[in-house]
């Protein structure tokens, strides 16, 4: 039986492996031009940046919207910004089917959001990132890299948008998928994995990010713990979603944790007996 250390330190290794790698891929912290609608019920185009302005039309969910980075930088020192449970987002000026206005930048998303009918992270990765080719020494990141010990299996996929799996399973955990994203923020990809088919029934248990710790049962009376946590701006009057954790028992333990790591976030599910 492994011990609870050497178990440990095999989950230190493997995030200290993605911080790693990321390091290694600064061209995929850089702005993207093209973003997606992240909220299932559309994001509104507004004609000012105001939420009381006009509304030129709804940008359904998936679908894309193009920004020019100047008019961005433009914005934010103008000091438009909005607030979206308690923290501080900005406003950007995008084109969508040649119609112009003004949307809020954390309902949108530069990675596509998933199809209706995906089930897990991986399934959605699958959906539109590429891999790399498999020589580190070409400067490019192994396509996979595998090891089994003490009856664990653990693989790795870097896609060429920056993105980066890690899947594991055997001994230890029945299962765990995690997936670094560059070029975003926690809130974004809260949005975004709330349409992941094994989490859908988890996210419609609790609708708003309250600060702190929440505790919530589903129609079986299962209970689910949420931690919420804020970190403070650059106003005081600001937070910024640093990470949310929830943790359930439906038969088995199970815990989905998006969090940052750096000018990264990832996105954690592990489930186990």
Same mark, same amino acid.
């Given at each position: 039986?492994?011990? +609870? /250390?050497? !178990?440990? &330190?095999? @989950?230190?290794?493997?995030?200290?492996? =993605?911080?790693?790698?990321?390091?290694?891929?600064?061209?995929?912290?850089?702005? #993207? /031009?093209?973003?997606? %609608?992240?909220?299932?019920?559309?994001?509104? +185009?507004?004609? #000012?940046? #105001?939420?009381? %302005?006009?509304?030129?039309? *709804?940008?359904?969910?998936?679908?894309?919207? *193009?920004?020019?980075?100047?008019?961005?930088? /433009?914005?934010?020192?103008?000091?438009?910004?909005?607030?979206?449970?308690?923290?501080?987002?900005?406003?950007?000026?995008?084109? &969508?089917?040649?119609?112009?206005?003004? =949307?809020?930048?954390?309902?949108?998303?530069?990675?596509?959001?998933? @199809?209706?009918?995906?089930?897990?992270?991986?399934?959605?990765? /699958?959906?539109? %990132?590429?891999?790399?080719?498999?020589?580190?020494?070409?400067?490019?990141?192994?396509?996979?890299?595998?090891?089994?010990?003490?009856?664990?299996?653990?693989?790795?996929?870097?896609?060429?948008?920056?993105? =980066?799996?890690?899947?594991?399973?055997?001994?230890?955990?029945?299962?765990?998928?995690?997936?670094?994203?560059?070029?975003?923020?926690?809130?974004?990809?809260?949005?975004?994995?709330? &349409?992941?088919?094994?989490?859908?029934?988890?996210?419609?248990?609790?609708?708003?990010? &309250?600060?702190? *710790?929440?505790?919530?049962?589903?129609?079986?009376?299962?209970?689910? @713990?949420?931690?919420?946590?804020?970190?403070?701006?650059?106003?005081?009057?600001?937070?910024?979603?640093?990470?949310?954790?929830?943790?359930?028992?439906?038969?088995?333990?199970?815990? =989905?944790?998006? #969090?940052?790591?750096?000018?990264?976030?990832?996105? !954690?599910?592990?489930?186990?007996?």
């Amino acid at each position: 039986m492994v011990s +609870l /250390k050497t !178990f440990i &330190h095999k @989950k230190t290794w493997i995030f200290s492996f =993605l911080a790693f790698v990321f390091s290694l891929n600064a061209f995929a912290q850089q702005m #993207s /031009k093209t973003y997606y %609608a992240s909220l299932s019920e559309g994001v509104k +185009l507004y004609e #000012s940046p #105001s939420e009381q %302005a006009n509304v030129l039309t *709804t940008v359904t969910y998936g679908s894309k919207v *193009t920004v020019n980075n100047s008019d961005v930088g /433009k914005l934010a020192m103008l000091g438009n910004s909005a607030v979206i449970n308690g923290a501080r987002t900005y406003w950007m000026k995008v084109t &969508h089917n040649n119609v112009k206005g003004y =949307l809020i930048k954390d309902n949108l998303a530069t990675i596509q959001p998933p @199809k209706e009918n995906t089930d897990k992270l991986s399934d959605w990765l /699958k959906q539109f %990132a590429q891999p790399f080719a498999n020589k580190w020494e070409s400067g490019k990141i192994s396509e996979s890299l595998s090891e089994s010990e003490y009856d664990n299996y653990i693989s790795r996929q870097i896609f060429q948008n920056g993105m =980066l799996l890690t899947v594991t399973s055997g001994y230890d955990v029945n299962s765990s998928e995690s997936v670094q994203i560059p070029n975003t923020n926690v809130f974004a990809v809260y949005n975004l994995i709330q &349409h992941i088919g094994s989490f859908k029934s988890v996210f419609k248990l609790n609708t708003v990010l &309250h600060e702190g *710790t929440s505790s919530f049962k589903d129609s079986e009376g299962n209970e689910y @713990k949420w931690e919420v946590l804020y970190r403070e701006g650059e106003k005081i009057e600001d937070k910024i979603l640093q990470s949310v954790a929830i943790t359930w028992n439906n038969g088995n333990n199970n815990t =989905l944790k998006i #969090s940052t790591l750096g000018n990264d976030i990832v996105v !954690f599910y592990e489930t186990t007996l």
